[in-house]
């Protein structure tokens, strides 16, 4: 069986497997994987961009992957209201190709960064977090070494204003602070929405935070969220 979910894979993406355990656990379904030089998507409901390394990184993170030709089939069918996931390399595409505003750069402490972070849920009236609590306080591994947001700041105070910052980087007691923003983003995003709320881009893995026996579930409510909308 296969569900109207499509994943799309580049050269050098490195986290699709995890991807499909996450749809399949919630659908029971295969979702349709998308090698990136296609040029249409088949009718779906929702589409993955998942992380890794595209192109090397050349350039920078995702700028080369964001000009795949699959990418203005992505674009035209965001318009049209398909939801829109893209995770780490994923949340660099989609700023790449203009369907975000901001730019992914390279980490304050110019480290990779693999470690857990504590997130605060921002919004639970959206299609990826109707699962959560309002200012929830949940753990999502991150492993970035390009998960420095910035943002014009004129345009900072635009998204801050429409509320499409969803995830803050947050101490377990949900307190925004420098401490615990290691990548350097501004105002601790983690993640944000465009203005029609049905693209998302994240840095932190919600992926690799789907079962307890393998670090915690937290992640999984995304992926619930968004695939039983």
Same mark, same amino acid.
């Given at each position: ?35 990136h030089t296609e040029t249409t998507l088949p009718p779906v409901d ?41 995770? %780490? &390399? ?9 369907? /975000?505003? #901001?730019? +992914?750069?390279?980490? *304050? ?53 429409e509320g499409r910052i969803i995830f803050r980087? %947050? &101490? ?9 923003? /290691?990548? #350097?983003? +501004?105002?601790?995003? *983690? ?39």
């Amino acid at each position: 069986m296969t569900c109207k979910t499509a994943i799309l894979i580049f050269p050098g993406t490195n986290r699709e497997r995890e991807m499909i355990t996450a749809v399949r656990n919630v659908t029971m379904c295969n979702p349709i994987m998308i090698w990136h030089t296609e040029t249409t998507l088949p009718p779906v409901d929702v589409i993955m961009i998942p992380g890794g390394f595209s192109y090397g990184d050349y350039l920078r993170p995702g700028a080369i992957a964001a000009r795949s030709p699959i990418m203005q089939d992505v674009a035209k069918k965001s318009q049209d209201g398909v939801r829109v996931l893209g995770i %780490c &390399n994923g949340f660099q595409i989609l700023t790449e190709a203009n369907l /975000l505003p #901001g730019v +992914l750069m390279r980490n *304050a402490t110019l480290k990779f960064l693999c470690r857990n972070t504590y997130l605060r849920v921002e919004r639970n009236d959206t299609h990826f977090t109707r699962g959560y609590h309002q200012k929830e306080i949940i753990k999502i591994p991150t492993a970035n070494s390009g998960g420095n947001y910035f943002v014009d700041p004129l345009i900072l105070t635009q998204i801050e204003k429409e509320g499409r910052i969803i995830f803050r980087y %947050c &101490n377990a007691d949900g307190e925004i602070d420098d401490d615990v923003n /290691l990548s #350097g983003s +501004l105002g601790n995003i *983690a993640g944000i929405i465009n203005k029609n709320g049905n693209i998302l881009g994240m840095m932190p893995h919600p992926e690799n935070s789907i079962d307890p026996l393998f670090g915690g579930g937290d992640g999984l409510i995304l992926f619930e969220s968004m695939l039983k909308a």
